[in-house]
Structures are given as structure tokens and as C-alpha cells.
């Protein structure tokens, strides 16, 4: 069935998956939602004697005493990101124990989780839902098919979406937790492996049948501050390390230095400022991509120039918010992941840098989400297509490279989304009439800033009117791909099999695209 | 049919609540549980435009946007306690537009909601579902069976498990939050009515079908820091005041003076420490009433002597808890309800005095509250009969005085409940051969300490054994009972009606008493 927006989905994905396919961005909004819960077994109580204790020896053993079976899903959270040790290790146990058909639920997955492959290859796992990943061996694998059911690709906001609707129903939660009490009490602000908000884990704890909290720093009762609290706990287990904060701030997280990149974020805080963006009460996110935070910094010198004060800046938070927020050009900062100690460190002392929920972020069926007050996205891609359709799942070549994040949740809600890129990346033009993958869908994409000129969307009658006299180079996006594709000296068009080896949810958990295993093995 | 506690509840009453009769205190824990969750409407959403805003004019106008109709269920929760306003301004409004049948759920009501009265008499408010209330012509009026259904009085665990569990469905919730935003982020920390924590309104805002945010101090967005968070939010209504914060340290929140009853509280702290209960790594909970506050200062003053650092104290907090914690007496405080100006102060400048939410305090279906960790719980009670039961909710003419609160929460987890007053009141022994109303089973209550002596639940062998070569004055419940009714010169034995007034529910949701209507009117 061809989708809205115009990507066949195999009716045997629709029926194996039971999702509709994707009708359009708004369809799902200001609709009636039923929200449930799983179960859960209430502690045992007798007089005068201490509860059990939660506490468990090892990962061995709570694996034993959740009684996790064959089939069953486990989730985990992405906080630690390329420094996490607990899903391998919690993974690697499961195997030992020969259970196999293993539902992976985690909110992300980095390089760092390449053991996972040879479990796939065995079989162990068998299912990956996630809403974010890096490159690397386990996304080849992924792309490969050596997963027995197709992947998952929920956008950050959809996956608390889906927890709460009972679509995602998770087993057994594993949560890293760099300080956590013998009650389960926690927070990821204090210990070695502090790594700042638990954000993404917070639907789990909520909603998971059991939850166990895997901990490097058991501290005494009461943990303080309780950013999960214990009632929703069953387990703690004491490990050595949950990680390597060294991993946290992986990849780039600071300003790029390219000329190149430099001159885009300048065209794209110049353009925000002419499009009337950039003004008091103003709220604003980027990723943490090297333009992405020239872009940040830029439109900081314009609100420092002209005194503005804004409002929020949400996200994942790098060093660059932190600093706009002690300087007072944002009233408070939004998180759901820290991406560097500057900002691990900010969410602990400044009570002005506060911790949310996915849902709260992101979820569409609440009664109103962060994104949806969300001014400026400055969003990423790796492909875009003159429908103004993103890519950031799959290279052109078809392999799979990252995941939705929050891309097209905030690409929704944001009153102005801008895709900032290199419109010539590898030797090829990033925008062409199909993208392998749509992410996002084109509606909710306002403006492409690239180094040779900007396209704003024609559903933006309002933008272009607006910068109709701009010196900036505005033009189509016709335009602008033709000048990309005579600057471009490769076009690459893979082959595909009929495999689907990855479904893309939309935010609203309908079926927005697929994945499907390339030809050439990567 | 006669329950564990030997009450006879009548069958019409089963039948009408559809409740089991109580089986005894521990007979639903290490059970199989499932939340539910009510509906929500998604916020929706629009490319390029602000979200509708959340903020309404007014009450009146709110009232009209939620849909309320006749029957349905508005919830309020009590941390302004006698200071409050937005209960009579709510029910007044509700009454002007000619709703009837409305179902109050608050978790508690105070002397202030004197104006529902009138609102009973003309069968706008049918029903009452509370935790806590304070004597007056609101408790008078629910003793005289003003109110055409049964009021149902919860436990402050209770209140959350049935919320979670669907039995107490909530269609509008009205929270007073002393600071908000315009999209409902909201916290009671700041501003001119602050009260502290909002941990009572926590489950209202997360089951409920709409939840409404009344606040006199309408901040930038964001609030900081957001304890209920913006998307459990549908409603934000700016009004000129929400309470009187005068109205928070209502009551006795000072140790006593009366020298019989500091006697009773230094012979509770010493037998206390003979039973071996002050020690390290203790924690412990007492109400706010005079003598248990002094029963806190004389067990603070033995920790003193011999440096016994304790682990948390925890419920409503007073300034003496307060000072304890900074004295390092205890590592931390869980607060679910600011008692006086001191504990506001603190809960919002020191992060080791923390909100916890009704759940993560008593509820009964999580995977371990607070209370099951508490060592010292030190309870009040109007009556008690030789198997130790309580009674909290009536005076011995019958009428209501109070509600259950914590009190079969905290003696349940707790490993050892002292009930600490004096045993004659008001010429009448407090000991009885059966309490007007059980509230909490004898089962769960190890200690009486009176003036006249002190009495141990059989049950409790090892406290027998322990306490055995002690020189306080030790004796049966009976002995002591046989004290009480010597020194006492009045019995009281009022004459009931058959018409049930209230619903006594233990906190795992059963019937452990009924209410009947005295013959005398109140």
C-alpha cells in the first residue's frame, strides 16, 4: 500500500506489524488516546520484618529471578551512549542461559553494542526496536537482515507513544543507573558513570512488567536526588562499571571549524533573523553535529547583539546551551540527554537545566508535548527529496547509518524546522526525487540551508512572502538540486532485495517507510 | 458479612461498591497487580502555529470547556489544607451552572470547605471520596448522612491504588499549583501561596481524563522546577489567589508543653531504644500533632547522646524535621505534605528534602513503598479496643473528627507502629472493648503508650521477650485498659441507625468499617 507519502509498504509488513501506514503528520493529532499499563507484583509485606530485599547478586541472577523467557522483549536506555556497558553485558548473560528470540527494546545503540551482532547471528536476539543508532557493525548487521523479524525505528517521541499504548509492550527494563539506593531509588546526576538525565528511561520504569536498576555507585538510602523512584523497581544489582563516561561525548559536540559548514550556520542564523524567528520568548533545538551548533552559536551572537532573551532550548544538551543558559540568552534548558560533562554537570547544579520525560519532549498522544512549543529545529540529514522529504536513516547507498531520534517529532512541532547540510556530501548531491528512507515527512519541513542557497518549502506561502526581498540565496528546491547534481560527480542508486530489514514508524506509529536489505552486503 | 476486624458490613454495601470486605493487613501484598489509565485527548497540532493555547479566562469558563456533566468525578488535592480556596471556588462555580451529582475526590478537606455543606443539602455534591478531613461542619454534615451516597474514606496509599487501579476514576482534576506556567508545568514550591510539595495531585494529574491547573502565579514558561510536567496538563486557569498559605500550619505543629504529655513522649523515646529501634540507619515517621512532635524531639535528643546517625524521615514534614535533617540526624527527608513554612522553605532550597509522590510513599499495589522501609512509625488515634485496632476517623459520640491519612499505611510497612496518647480523654477511656470504627487493624500495631502505661500486641513475642527485665511500666492491654476506665468518669455508647454514612476502605481497597448515622444529629 503506497503511503501519503508515496512509499509502497509490503501488505505483509502491515499485517505482520498490525500499523496502519502513514496518512500525513497532523492526522493523529487532537484525537482521543487510551493510555494503559502493564502489570506488576506488589512487594510483600509482613509485620516487623524488613521487605526482601531487591538487591541481587549479579546479572546472572536477576536474570533468573524476572524469569525471562524465550520470546520476551528487554528494553534499556541510550544515557551512557557509546560508553554504555550494560546492554552487552546484560545481553551476553542471556545468552550464556541459551535463551533465544530475544526482543531488543532500547532507546538507542551505538558501535559500542557490536557483541550484539554475533548474538543476532545466533539467534539470542531476534527483534530490535530503537529510536536511535550510530554506525558501525551493528547497524550493518541490521541492514544485512540478519535479524530474524524486521527492526523498529521509532522517533524518541513515539517510543513512550508506543509503551503507554501497550504497543511496545517491554518484559523486563534494564536501567543503567550512575547512583541508584538499594530500593531503586535513582538518578543519573552523581557517580563515576554519571551521565546526567535518565529521561528515556522513565517510560520503561513506568510501564515495564519488571524493572531492574543496574548500578556502579550503590549509595545509602535515601539516593538524592529520585529521578526513578522505587516503587516502580523490583531489582538492583551492583556491577563494577555501567559504562565509560568517556563514551558519552561521542562524536562531534563542539562548533565545526569548516569554512564551509561556518558559512552555512551564518546563512541559517541570518535567515532565521530575517524570517522574524529570532526575537524575545524565543525557544530553539539543534543536534549536537558540528553545524548544528556553529547554527546555535551564531544565533546566539544575533540575540547577544540585540539583547534578545529567549525562552527554552531542549534536546540533547551539549556545553554551547549550557553556556546560553548561564548567560541568560534561554531561561531554562529542556533535556533528555546529556551529551557532554558540561551539560552532566549543569543538569546537576543548575536547577534551571531540568530533566524531562520523552513524553513529555516528544509523546504526541499527550495533551500537549515540548516540541509543540518548540520555536527553532535545526535538523539533520543525510538525503532530501524536492518534496522536501528527510532521510536520516539510510545512506545512499542503502546502508543503514542512524536512526528517527528526535527528528521528525520536532520537525512537527517546531514552528520553523530547517534541514542545514552540505548540499554536495561525498561527492554527491544530497537532494534527489526520492530519498532511500523517509523519515520525516516533507510537510513538516520548513527550509534547507545548504552551502549553495536556501529552499523553503512552498507549503510556506507565509516564509516566502516574508523573505521575497531577502539578499539571501533563496530559490527552489528545484534549483538548488540542479545546481547540487551539476556540482556532484557521483549519483549513487543501489539495488535493492525485497527484504525488509527495518520498519520506520512515524510518531505516530503508523508505517512511514522501510528499510530493505541492499544487494550488495555491507 | 463480618470481616477480619469483626465489623458486620452490610451486604448492601458490598453490593453498592462492588468491594471485597478486609481479610486482614497483608493479605493482597506479593499479588499480581494491573494499573490502568484513563483517556487523554492529543493536543493538536498545526505546521507553523503555536499549539491552542491552554489558558482559560476563567473557573466558570474551564468548567465549560472540560464537558462536566451531572455524575461525573472532579478531583482536588489538599496541600494549601485549611488555606485553601480553589475547592469552594470549583464547587461553587459547578453548582452555579446547575450540575448535580457531582463526586468530590479530594485528598483531604479541611474546616475551610465549610461552604460544600450547603452544596450537599442541594445535591450538587453526592458523593465524597477523601483521605483526610479536620472536624467541622463538613465532617458533621457527612456524619449526618447529608450526602446520598456513602462517602468513602481512603487511605493516602489507598487513595493512588485505586486511582491506578480504575476504581476511582477521576474525569476532571483541579490542581492548585502555587507556580505555573501557561502550559501547565507547574510546581508548588514558589510564589505567594506556596505549599511545598504537590505529591497528593500527582496520580490526579496522570490518570485523570482532564486535569485543569489553577494558579495565582502564572510564570514564564518554564516553571522551574516542573513537578507535575505540561503534558498531563489540559486546562491552565490564572485566578487572584489559590489559599491562604496561613492556612498550611493549621493545628498543633509544635512539640507540647502539657508536661503529661512530654511525659508519654520521653517514655515513648525510651522505650524506643530499649526495643532497639534507635540505632543507626533508622528511619521514622511522625504525625504533626503535639505529643508525637515531642516524641521526635526526645528521640532526636537520645541520637544526640549517642550519635546515631538515622537513615530518612519521611510524611508530612514540620520545621522539627527540618532542623534534624540539617542537623544530620537523618540523610534525607520524603515529603509528601509541607506542614508548616520551615518545610516549605526546605523542601524548595535543600536537595535532601525531597517531594515523593502518594505512591512511592504508601501505596500498597508498587513494587515496595516507602512505608514497608520505615522503622519508627508513631501514630494517633481516637480509640483503640484490646486487639489493638484503631480508630482515627470518629469520636466515641460517633461523629467524625478525622480520616484514616496514613495511618494503616505507615503501621503496616512500619516494623514497629506506637500509638502514643493519653489514655483518658476527655474523662473517657480510650480503650475500649470495641472501637467505633476500626480504621487500622490491630494486626499492624505493636505498641500503646499512655500516661498510665504501656501495652504490647501479643503478637509482637519478640518486643515481649526484648522489653522483659525493663523498668517502664509494662503491662497487658488489659491491665492498662482496667487503669482507664478507673481514672475515667464517662462512657460513651451512642445509638446508631442502620444508614451508613461512610466507607472505611483499608489501603488494599477492602471494606474494613462502615460509618453509621448517630441517632443524635450533629
Redesign the interface.
Known amino acids: 500500500m503506497v503511503n501519503a507519502v508515496g512509499r509502497d509498504i509490503p501488505e505483509k509488513i502491515i499485517l505482520e506489524t498490525e500499523k496502519p501506514v502513514f496518512e500525513g503528520?497532523?492526522k493523529?493529532?487532537?484525537?482521543?488516546?487510551?493510555?494503559?499499563?502493564?502489570?506488576?507484583?506488589?512487594?510483600?509485606?509482613?509485620?516487623?520484618?524488613?521487605?526482601e530485599s531487591?538487591l541481587v547478586a549479579s546479572i546472572d541472577e536477576v536474570i533468573d529471578r524476572t524469569g525471562l523467557k524465550d520470546g520476551m522483549t528487554v528494553s534499556f536506555h541510550h544515557h551512557m551512549r557509546n560508553g554504555d556497558y550494560v546492554v552487552n553485558t546484560v545481553m551476553e548473560a542471556i545468552a550464556r542461559k541459551g535463551l533465544k528470540d530475544i526482543h531488543v527494546a532500547a532507546s538507542g545503540l551505538f558501535k559500542c553494542h557490536e557483541p550484539l551482532v554475533p548474538l543476532i547471528r545466533d539467534g539470542v536476539i531476534t527483534k530490535i526496536t530503537l529510536s536511535t543508532i550510530s554506525p558501525g557493525p551493528l547497524a550493518k548487521a541490521i541492514t544485512n537482515g540478519y535479524l530474524k523479524h524486521p527492526a523498529v525505528f521509532m522517533s524518541h517521541g513515539g517510543r513512550p507513544r508506543a509503551i503507554?499504548s501497550g504497543e511496545l509492550h517491554i518484559d523486563v527494563a534494564f536501567i543503567a543507573a550512575p547512583c541508584c539506593d538499594a530500593?531503586?531509588n535513582m538518578n543519573g546526576a552523581y557517580g563515576k558513570s554519571a551521565c546526567g538525565v535518565l529521561s528515556y528511561a522513565y517510560a520503561d520504569a513506568e510501564y515495564a512488567d519488571q524493572?531492574v536498576a543496574v548500578t556502579d555507585n550503590l549509595v545509602?538510602?535515601?539516593a538524592?536526588?529520585?529521578e526513578i523512584?522505587?516503587?516502580?523497581?523490583?531489582y538492583v544489582v551492583e556491577v563494577e562499571a555501567i559504562g565509560d563516561p568517556e563514551g558519552i561525548s561521542f562524536g562531534p559536540t563542539k562548533p565545526t571549524e569548516d569554512s564551509v559548514n561556518l558559512k552555512i550556520a551564518e546563512t541559517t542564523a541570518q535567515f532565521l533573523d530575517e524570517a522574524g524567528y529570532i526575537r524575545d520568548?524565543m525557544s530553539m533545538q539543534t543536534g549536537a553535529g558540528g553545524t548544528s551548533i556553529a547554527v546555535a552559536a551564531a544565533v546566539g551572537n544575533i540575540m547577544r547583539a540585540r539583547n534578545v532573551k529567549g525562552?527554552?532550548a531542549s534536546g540533547g544538551i551539549t556545553s554551547y546551551f549550557v553556556d546560553m543558559l548561564k548567560e541568560g540568552l534561554f531561561?531554562?534548558l529542556?533535556d533528555v540527554q546529556c551529551f557532554d560533562s558540561a551539560a552532566i554537570e549543569s543538569y546537576r547544579d543548575n536547577?534551571?537545566h531540568?530533566a524531562?520525560?520523552a513524553?513529555?519532549y516528544a509523546?504526541?498522544?499527550?495533551?500537549?508535548?515540548?516540541v509543540?512549543?518548540l520555536d527553532i529545529m535545526i535538523l539533520g540529514a543525510t538525503e532530501m527529496d524536492i518534496d522536501f522529504n528527510l532521510n536520516v536513516v539510510t545512506g545512499s547507498n542503502g546502508v543503514i547509518l542512524s536512526s528517527s531520534g528526535g527528528n521528525n517529532d520536532c520537525a512537527?512541532?517546531a514552528?520553523?524546522a530547517v534541514v542545514v547540510t552540505n548540499l554536495v556530501k561525498r561527492d554527491m548531491c544530497i537532494l534527489r526525487d526520492n530519498v532511500t528512507t523517509v523519515v520525516t515527512p516533507g510537510?513538516?519541513v520548513?527550509v534547507l540551508v545548504t552551502e549553495y542557497g536556501i529552499a523553503i518549502n512552498p507549503?510556506?506561502t507565509?516564509l516566502l512572502e516574508k523573505l521575497k526581498r531577502s539578499k539571501l540565496p533563496i530559490m527552489t528546491i528545484h534549483e538548488l538540486k540542479a545546481i547540487g547534481e551539476s556540482k556532484a560527480a557521483k549519483v549513487m542508486n543501489p539495488e535493492f532485495t525485497d527484504k525488509v530489514v527495518a520498519v520506520v514508524e512515524y510518531r505516530d506509529g503508523t508505517i512511514i517507510d522501510v528499510v530493505r536489505k541492499p544487494v550488495q552486503e555491507f
Open positions: 503528520a497532523y493523529n493529532s487532537g484525537h482521543d488516546v487510551k493510555k494503559i499499563s502493564s502489570g506488576l507484583r506488589s512487594a510483600k509485606v509482613k509485620k516487623g520484618q524488613l521487605p531487591k503507554e530500593e531503586g524493572v545509602s538510602f535515601p538524592s536526588p529520585v523512584s522505587q516503587e516502580k523497581v523490583d520568548g525562552s527554552f531561561r531554562g529542556l536547577p534551571k531540568m524531562m520525560s513524553s513529555q509523546n504526541p498522544n499527550t495533551k500537549g508535548a515540548l509543540n512549543l512537527a512541532g514552528k520553523i510537510e513538516t520548513d507549503l510556506r507565509d
